[in-house]
């Protein structure tokens, strides 16, 4: 994360407005990081988001990627949406955290 103040910044968007401009993204994704899927989780999904509250994104890759790369994706959705973004990347998912993540994902 490049900016620090956006850890205090208020996400002044809607989950509607986050799954549409991710779906307007995805080409984009696709071409410069290699998301092959792409989907929204956490307190937006469930609807206990606060304004100040992250946007939890889950990613498949189509090619093997690295730390640098994950974090050059993190900073691209962090300018585009002028809010925080945690970057889940689905084969790092954890068993116990993993099914929970999967059961509330709404893919794009």
Sequence with gaps: MKNLNLLFKKCKMTLTDIKNKLTALKPELHKRF??????VFGSWVRGEQKATSDIDVLVDFDRTVGLFE?????????ETFNCKV???????????IGRH????????
Excluded at 34 to 39: D, K, L, M, N
Excluded at 86 to 96: E, F, H, N, Q, T
Excluded at 102 to 107: K, N, R
């Design 101 to 108: 993540i999967l059961a509330e994902v709404q893919y794009l």
């Design 34 to 39: 290699g998301v092959s899927e792409i989907g």
């Design 86 to 96: 945690d970057i889940a990347p689905r084969d790092s998912l954890r068993k116990y």
């Design 70 to 78: 994950i974090m050059e994706l993190q900073d691209y959705l962090e």
